[in-house]
């Protein structure tokens, strides 16, 4: 993850991150086939003509493509300039994670994986912090490993928030 700076999910966590897009593209799928029936078959029976499927479908194709790509993005780490010792950064993500109500997966001195908890704004979040000599690299993304979720309310964003609050650094 250092290499690439993109947070690493499993195959399955993968797949509920990006479930949007496929549910996003039904739209489009069902418009595509009725000018399939249409131009080609000749077996529609509708009252729709090619231009109305096609004007009702692209729209859809065009949502799915930003959800895509929003996705795609919200697995970037971001890097922070920072150059902690091993105790001060398990220090800091301690205070943040009481702070907070985060469950830690992983705690080691290079490495923090945390998750909170079901609230009424989100399934719950993954937050991921990695350590190198100069830097950290953050992320904070709805937990893959539950429902898929659209948007956080802002949960994410107080994660990464209260973290750099800790260390320290600007927003």
């Not at 010792?85 to 220090?91: L, M, P, S, V």
Request: charged share 20%; proline share 4%.
């Amino acid at each position: 993850m250092i290499q690439t700076k993109r947070l690493t999910l499993s195959r399955w966590q993968m797949f509920w991150h990006f479930s949007v897009v496929p549910f996003i593209l039904i739209m489009p799928i069902m418009s595509a086939i009725a000018i399939f029936q249409i131009e080609v078959s000749g077996s529609y029976g509708g009252a729709r003509t090619t231009q109305k499927h096609f004007n009702l479908g692209w729209p859809w194709l065009i949502a799915a493509s930003v959800f895509a790509v929003i996705q795609y993005r919200r697995l970037s780490l971001k890097k922070v300039a920072v150059s902690l010792t091993a105790e001060e950064f398990k220090q800091s993500i301690k205070e943040v994670g009481t702070k907070l109500n985060w469950r830690m997966e992983c705690l080691t001195s290079d490495l923090i994986i945390a998750n909170t908890g079901f609230s009424w704004a989100s399934w719950g979040e993954r937050i991921t912090i990695i350590r190198d000599k100069d830097f950290l690299l953050i992320n904070s993304i709805c937990d893959p490993d539950n429902r898929p979720s659209i948007a956080s309310w802002g949960r994410n964003r107080k994660n990464i928030k209260a973290l750099l609050t800790a260390i320290n650094q600007p927003y």
